[in-house]
C-alpha cells in the first residue's frame, strides 16, 4: 500500500514540476495550448504566477513523497485537490472553444486527476497511524 501511495503522491509532484517549469519559464509556449489559452488574451504574469504555484504545490507532493506521514500525506492529496476539482468545474464550463475530441480527452484528463488522488487520499484511511519509512526518522507522524 505504501508503494502505491508512494508512486501516485511522486507522479502528482513530478507532473506538478514540469507544469510548473513549463509555464513559469515558457508562459507564452504554455499559453498557446488550445486547452490553455482558450481563446483569451495572454497575459505573462498571470501566466508565470500559475507556474509558480504550481511549482509550490510540487514542493508539498514531493515532502509528501519523501516523509510519507500520514498527515502530510492526506495534507499533500487534499492540497491538490483543492485545486483539482475547481479546475475541472471551471473547465467543463468553457468548453464551447474546443472541437469534441479534444474537449471529451481534456475532461478525461481532468477527471482522473481527480480520481487518483481521491483514490488514494481513501488509501490512506487503511494505513496505520503512522506510515513512515523507516529511513526517515522514528517512524512518528510529525
Known sequence: MRRLLRAGLGFL????TVVGVWALFLPARFF???VVGMGMAYNEHLMRDYGAMT??????LGAATIHMGQWMT??????YLAWAV???LVHLTMLDHLAPSTATLLMVALGLAIALPAGLLVLTEREPRTFDDSRTGSGTDR
Open 32 to 34: 498557446a495550448l488550445e
Open 55 to 60: 511549482l509550490a504545490s510540487a514542493v508539498v
Open 13 to 16: 509532484a513530478a507532473t506538478q
Open 86 to 88: 475547481p479546475h475541472f
Open 74 to 79: 492526506r495534507t499533500a492529496f487534499v492540497m
